[in-house]
């Protein structure tokens, strides 16, 4: 797909965290974005989406909305199972009748992580949450309509700027308090959202559909991760590791989810960085932290 020149749809766009960042990366590539919120049109309603896009006429709809409070779901799962299951076919099918392409981001919470190597595209899912469950229902709604321009990107441990999220929250109470315990039995793969929209981009153009995983390069604990940007931002404060027992919550979370992203490498040629580049960034340049 030739991105330059041609005109975008980001269901929320406007104020999430990756809808941000795919915003910022597709005008970057030379795309007319339009960022949307759901006072531009509501998801859980069809026929706005459908008069905005019959107003409008993008060349290509991305869906970066959905139910992300993984341990509420657990008491919504109605609402989850609205934004994360029915909305996703809903969309790909107003995409399929323009003949335009449709992204969709799911997650690596459609896994168990009871899997010691990375999961790849082609491993059930098995999800143990409202969230997940939620998620994967999604996933299987769009490979049922079977639409050939739909193309799924699994996401995960989402970080970057524009919103809140686990790295921010973490320096926040860094400068509040001496020690935080964070659990190190959770594995996975950090995600930085300016480099999730940008290898999005190189997706799209070298035509890919079907399903991928994308994240940043290695993997970490949730304590690693919030180590690492503690010690880049100069915070006087000791991250300690624990169990997640210590810490025990409504949904349960994958031990193990890390993504295996050879798919994407072999499409495109090329290798996201490394999670810890990509925080540096984040904390450094986007924050303003550190030395």
Known sequence: MRIQGSRVAILGGRTGLLGQALTKAFEQAGALAFPLSRQDCDVLDPMSVEQWLDKNDPDLLINATGYTQVDLAEDEPEKAFALNGSVPPLLATLAARRAIPFVHYSTDFVFNGWKQTPYTEYDEPNASSVYGISKADGERGLLKLGYKRTLIIRISWLFGPGRTNFVKKILGLADAHKK?????????????????????????????VGLFHLANSGHTSWHGLANTAVNLANKNCTVSPVPSSAYPTKASRPAYSVLDLSKFTRTTGQTPRLWEEALKQYVLGDLGLGA
């Open 180 to 208: 935080l315990n964070v659990v190190n039995d959770q594995i996975g793969s950090p995600s930085y959202a300016p480099d999730i929209a940008e290898n999005s981009v190189k997706l799209l153009e070298n035509d890919a």
